[in-house]
């Protein structure tokens, strides 16, 4: 096979590692026969999203998982890269200017050990006879060796390794052959050790969930993820929506609508930037956030006793509750209230597109403008369609 056919089949399959694919401004490039995706790099102080190239190293799997299209039992074309076969492929594309890294990844292809270590190989010829300084994410399998996590901490900016499901439980249902805790804990450990001691990693550990593959709950995801935050250093926790595969044990099971992925990345992002506890986030009984309202309004909604606050006088912690302010428009406040004490509705829509809404739960120098407690759940009520046929539209 020659190498634009390999190319064509290895950036076509690399789609399935979602890992990274929700920039902060959504976008994902697919150009003819490589496909690029987006990382959020922090460089010093700044963070910026970059166009990666996004390959696998070999799709023939030895696993069967089952949600995957590339699981062994699946009749699908297989091929592979050597190591100067990934070069002359990126190192183009790099110098050119159309991507700025390389994200890399592989399928089990004959054993972890010897899929990993080919994988190392290729970025190591870059960095060491090609002498490539940029950026590069490399995908661990799991079972990794600690000797391959070592090496892979000393070639790679970012290094992640996908869980996929929340727990050892909910793993079990879409991919037995992992352990959970000894196939991926353990190896994040490793990494997360890595990057603590020897410093390397500058852009952090990451990880993935398949949202809906496994019957799991949008709580058992965020939990799961606060824990990882906080324990094992992530920088990141990814999710990306299940969808059927035919030839897979799972081809009948309905798509994991991608309005439920958006809250969980939103929620998310909530315990991580505005402060929030996963255990306060706005679950239903069983567990799920709802669907019809981004999870900050949800909150809000459900606790009337929390508003107004004035925005005068409000710390920024407490301003950062508020649906429609996020960091830049509570710092924008506290800057300009020092001067200019807000007094008008139209005050608050210059602050962003979002801060308009804002007037329904805050007071401007003691005066309220927004609706009553009755007028906005009547408003943010779900109607017409229920939410489950809304989303079979959407999709």
């Known amino acids: 096979m020659n190498l634009d056919a390999k190319l064509e089949l290895l950036a076509d399959a690399a789609r399935f590692d979602v890992c990274d694919s929700f920039s902060q401004t959504g976008r994902r490039y697919t150009p003819k026969r490589a496909l690029l995706n987006n990382d959020l790099i922090v460089d010093g102080r700044n963070a910026r999203s970059r166009p990666l190239f ?3 190293m070999s799709n023939s799997c030895a696993w069967n998982c ?3 299209p590339l699981r062994a039992a699946n009749d699908v074309p297989r091929a592979a890269l050597e190591p100067d076969e990934l070069a002359r492929i990126f190192l183009p594309r790099y110098e050119s200017g159309a991507v700025q890294g390389l994200f890399l990844s592989t399928a089990v292809d004959n054993g972890v050990s010897r899929a990993v270590q080919r994988m190392l190989d290729g970025v190591e010829l870059l960095r060491v006879y090609h002498r490539y300084d ?4 490399v995908k661990l399998l799991p079972g990794a060796t600690r000797d391959d996590i070592e090496r892979a901490a000393w070639l790679a900016d970012r290094l992640s390794l996908n869980l996929e499901a929340p727990g050892p439980e909910h793993l079990q249902r879409i991919s037995p052959e992992r352990n959970w805790r000894m196939d991926l804990i353990e190896r994040l450990l490793w990494a997360r050790d890595w990057q603590r001691t020897a410093g390397r990693l500058s852009a952090g550990l990451a990880t993935q969930f398949v949202v809906g593959a496994a019957g799991e709950r949008d709580r058992d995801l965020l939990l799961t993820g606060a824990w990882l935050y906080r324990e094992l250093d992530l920088r990141r926790v990814y999710f990306g929506a299940f969808r059927p595969v035919v030839g897979t044990p799972l081809e009948e099971r309905e798509p994991t609508p991608f309005i439920r992925v958006q809250r969980v990345h939103q929620a998310d992002w909530l315990a991580r930037s505005y402060g929030f506890d996963v255990r306060e986030l706005p679950f239903s ?3 799920d956030l709802p669907l019809h309202l981004d999870p900050k309004l949800a909150w809000a909604l459900k606790h009337p006793e929390y508003f107004p606050v004035e925005i005068n006088a409000a710390p920024p912690e407490t301003l950062l509750r508020v649906p429609g302010f996020g960091p830049v428009s509570v710092a924008r406040i506290v800057r300009l209230r020092r001067a200019y004490p807000f007094r008008t509705p139209e005050q608050l829509a210059k602050l962003s597109s979002q801060a308009g809404r804002a007037r329904d739960f805050v007071t401007l ?7 009553d407690e009755q007028s906005l759940q009547r408003h943010y009520a779900p109607r017409g369609p ?3 046929e809304q989303l079979r539209l959407w999709d």
């Open 386 to 388: 229920t939410v489950a």
């Open 66 to 68: 089952a949600y995957c």
């Open 134 to 137: 940029g950026y590069v994410h």
């Open 365 to 371: 120098d003691g005066r309220f403008f927004g609706r």
């Open 285 to 287: 009984a069983d567990g």
């Open 54 to 56: 996004q390959v696998l």
